[in-house]
């Protein structure tokens, strides 16, 4: 056995249990200022190249600060619908230097699915390294002078910067800097989200544009890759989960947990899993390999140190908040906590899971010398009952209630990509591929080429002067034959939160967003392989435009997989 039992029900523990005090670097102190920014920067999906992702899209407080919608990755091998499938959080499609789709080798014209799940970002201020394999670090280097911009105590700034770049993330292949700031400058701060937070309407009411709101954070309206991670970071410091059923057992209530949970929390600070997940933040931030997966599919923390004793290794994280998580561990194969148990079991008990031993830690004992392989485990296997009570403590009594209800200062606006019945449909469309029953379906989707001719030449942000007339063309690459039997093309435009559609009359008139209401702008009998479609052509208002094609399929309407934006000043 690997774990030991107090007879008596657990009272609030003596010592300092409370979570530790934020500490932020003195070259980026904790400001109102900062901290709506950072708020309003997190959930912009326009700081994507194709303003379909923001920071917060894979990281949700009602989903434990992580992603909840379940993406796959087909793993090392590139097949889909076997053991090295990987539980990713949904990111980009794949765009060239141009902004121009490209077809990706899993996913075709489909946002593509991360290699890792994505990890709960609420109690990441309290690390030293951050992202699963520990790479963003405690100094900030500035990207674009290659400076030291924060000595130490930098890794959730860090972290903040690497998605912005990263072409499976939120970026297109080779995106800039200064391709980001120059949007930033241009774009109207949230303009695509709804339902704005009071605190960042108030905040949009005194300063409604990024320099504007840069120069309340900083002093001065310049827009810098520094102060985005700043700011960033800011607003994720202040989001400290401190308010759950444990924390309020630990501040004298007993009875703020119940018995079960009481007996549960006693169950776990005396077992084996303890020795990892400990203190207040239930870990001890550190990198473990406990055999997911065959460490050579995924070399982990080695990647960052060179060393091959870290090879496979991953950041043990924070169970706070883990009863709100529908994919746990690295690879997002774990769905809850018992799920978790089971699989800490398998190495000595059929639970349906097996651990790769290549490389195993070995947990540490009370006097901090390796004592347990992880296959070692035996945990509470001849208890159910005991099991059960520590599911309950570690599922409920660690959720803080204003993060499952995002509620401030967890509350957040929501997103267009979660508020937009077109892309849904697309959406629909688009899992259908990675559905068993109808992997050998064979429907694919278009390729997207849309080309702008302006007086002007377009910035790489695709943003064009309202004085001169825009003529906009989309050629449609049908590359199957599946198309349905009345041909019907449709072109939807979203202007500044609002849908219009493009009749047969060629007319953009208002739409609400429902298929069932959607007109055609051309019904033909048949389909060439290449269509070419005038979308617009004119004056058009200034604002922040989003633009969707479809044709009907046999299989139902299909859309470019994320829309095309574009911008009018």
């Known amino acids: 056995m690997t774990f030991f039992q107090f007879s008596a029900i657990a009272q609030p523990p003596q010592g300092q249990q409370e979570l530790p005090a934020v500490n932020a670097p003195d070259e980026n102190p904790i400001t109102e200022e900062k901290r709506i920014l950072g708020k309003i920067l997190f959930w912009d999906e326009q700081l994507s190249s194709d303003n379909t992702v923001s920071c917060g899209s894979c990281h949700l407080p009602a989903a434990g600060g992580s992603d909840p919608r379940l993406g796959v990755n087909p793993g090392p091998d590139h097949i889909f619908g076997n053991e090295d499938d990987i539980i990713g959080t949904i990111g980009i499609a794949l765009y060239d230097e141009n902004l121009n789709p490209v077809a990706h080798r899993d996913f075709g014209y489909s946002p593509q699915v991360t290699g890792r799940s994505a990890p709960s970002f609420l109690t990441a201020m309290f690390a030293d390294e951050l992202f699963w394999d520990g790479r963003a670090g405690e100094s900030l280097i500035d990207p674009l002078t290659g400076e030291v911009a924060i000595e130490e105590g930098a890794a959730l700034e860090t972290q903040a910067l690497g998605p912005i770049l990263s072409d499976v993330e939120m970026a297109k292949i080779g995106r800039t800097w200064e391709e980001v700031t120059d949007k930033l400058e241009l774009v109207g701060p949230l303009a695509l989200a709804d339902n704005l937070t009071p605190d960042i309407e108030n905040t949009l009411n005194e300063a409604d544009s990024y320099p504007e709101l840069f120069a309340l954070a900083f002093g001065d309206q310049s827009i810098t890759p520094v102060r985005i991670a700043m700011a960033i970071a800011t607003y994720e410091r202040t989001l400290i989960p401190n308010q759950s059923p444990f924390d309020d057992f630990v501040d004298g209530n007993n009875g703020a947990l119940t018995a079960d949970q009481r007996e549960g929390l006693d169950l776990f600070r005396n077992s084996v899993c303890n020795r990892c997940h400990e203190g207040s933040l239930f870990t001890d931030q550190d990198f473990e390999t406990i055999g997911l997966r065959p460490p050579e599919e995924d070399t982990g923390r080695e990647a960052v140190t060179n060393d091959n004793r870290d090879t496979g290794a991953f950041r043990v994280p924070s169970l706070r908040n883990v009863g709100l998580r529908n994919a746990l561990m690295h690879n ?51 208890d159910p009952e005991g099991q059960q009570q520590v599911v309950d403590f570690l599922s409920n009594g660690l959720t803080d209630p204003r993060v499952a209800n995002e509620q401030f200062p967890f509350d957040r606006p929501t997103l267009s990509q979660e508020n937009d019945d077109l892309h849904e449909s697309a959406s629909t469309i688009r899992r259908a591929f990675t559905n068993d029953s109808v992997q050998n379906s064979e429907l694919v989707l278009p390729e997207f080429q849309v080309s702008f001719q302006s007086g002007e030449i377009a910035s790489s942000a695709r943003t064009f002067d309202s004085g001169n007339t825009l003529e906009i063309t989309a050629q449609l690459e049908i590359v199957n034959e599946d198309v349905g039997s009345d041909a019907d093309i449709y072109v939807i435009l979203r202007m500044n939160k609002e849908f219009y559609m493009k009749t047969s009359e060629g007319e953009l008139v208002p739409w609400d967003a429902r298929l069932s209401t959607m007109e055609p702008f051309v019904s033909r009998d048949s389909l060439s392989n290449r269509e070419t479609i005038p979308v617009a052509s004119g004056d058009l208002d200034e604002g922040n435009y989003s633009l969707y094609l479809g044709y009907a399929t046999v299989e139902g309407i299909v859309f470019n997989p994320s829309a095309i934006t574009f911008g009018i000043e």
Not at 340 to 368: C, K, M, P, W
């Open 332 to 382: 997002g194969r774990i769905t809850d906590v018992q799920d978790a148990i089971n699989f800490y079991n398998s190495g000595t008990s059929d639970t349906g899971h097996e651990i790769f031993r290549e490389n195993l830690s070995e947990v540490r004992g009370q006097d901090g010398r390796p004592d347990i392989r992880i296959d070692e485990i035996d945990f509470l296997v001849d």
